[in-house]
């Protein structure tokens, strides 16, 4: 089966870049898709096709994805930006989560 | 947009059947799917099901006991679940796909989620 890997935790400083990384084998050669997760809320899509944006979700939000290694960017992160972030990526008919990252701002 | 329902307590070994109604957009326009969480752990795929009810697919930990379907006309998603197990306990999302499918060629992402049903199965 196939598996994306994401560390458990991330810490960034209010105004700094946080980078998010999700790895998986030849990921470079699918589109990945990235979630939002807050607590009580139901999760919001900030990246699809590696790095275009839904309407509605702001420009400090990009990703990138080559070789083995998918990224999510958020730049000048915000308090409000502190939540759990699942890459996902479809293997033949299945749909892969990663296992999140809990991004935590202070 | 996405309301879920028929989440419950359940006996293990039996059966449940949840819904999600679709509004404000074209539901048979898109491919969509059931996505699950159990508390305090990620985000699982379920299944998932074309614009036409052509192609569908399944999770390894569900494939032949679960069973998704949609009826266009209603604007409805259901996940038939048998022979459930402690391990289905979880809140049930519906999802909405960016593109029509079929299911394994999707490019896009999962643009609308539901608010959640839960389901609970007591062993």
């Known amino acids: 089966s196939y598996d994306l890997n994401q560390p458990p935790s991330v810490s960034v400083s209010p105004g700094q870049t946080a980078s998010i990384s999700c790895s998986g084998d030849k990921l470079g050669n699918k589109y990945t898709c990235w979630y939002q997760h807050k607590p009580g809320q139901s999760p919001v899509l900030v990246v699809f096709?590696?790095?275009q944006r839904p309407s509605g979700i702001p420009a400090r939000f990009s990703g990138s994805n080559s070789g083995n290694t998918a990224t999510l960017t958020i730049s000048g992160t915000q308090a409000m930006d502190e939540a759990v972030y699942y890459c996902?990526?479809?293997?033949?008919?299945?749909?892969?989560f990663g296992g999140g990252t809990k991004l935590t701002v202070l | 947009q996405l309301a879920e329902s028929g989440g419950g307590l359940v006996q293990a070994g039996r059966s449940l059947r949840v819904s999600c109604a679709a509004s404000?957009?074209?539901?048979?326009?898109?491919?969509m799917h059931w996505v699950r969480q159990v508390p305090g752990k990620g985000l699982e795929w379920v299944s998932g099901?074309?614009?036409?009810?052509?192609?569908?697919g399944y999770a390894d930990s569900v494939k032949g006991r679960f069973t998704i379907s949609r009826d266009n006309a209603r604007n409805s998603l259901y996940l038939q679940m048998n022979s459930l197990r402690a391990e289905d306990t979880a809140l049930y999302y519906c999802?909405?796909?960016?593109?029509?499918?079929?299911?394994?060629?999707?490019?896009?992402?999962?643009?609308?989620w539901g608010k959640g049903t839960t389901v609970t199965v007591s062993s």
């Open positions: 096709q590696d790095n």
């Open positions: 404000g957009f074209t539901f048979g326009d898109y491919a």
């Open positions: 999802v909405k796909d960016m593109s029509p499918g079929p299911i394994g060629t999707q490019n896009g992402g999962m643009d609308v």
């Open positions: 099901i074309d614009w036409n009810s052509a192609t569908t």
């Open positions: 996902q990526a479809w293997d033949y008919n299945t749909v892969i």
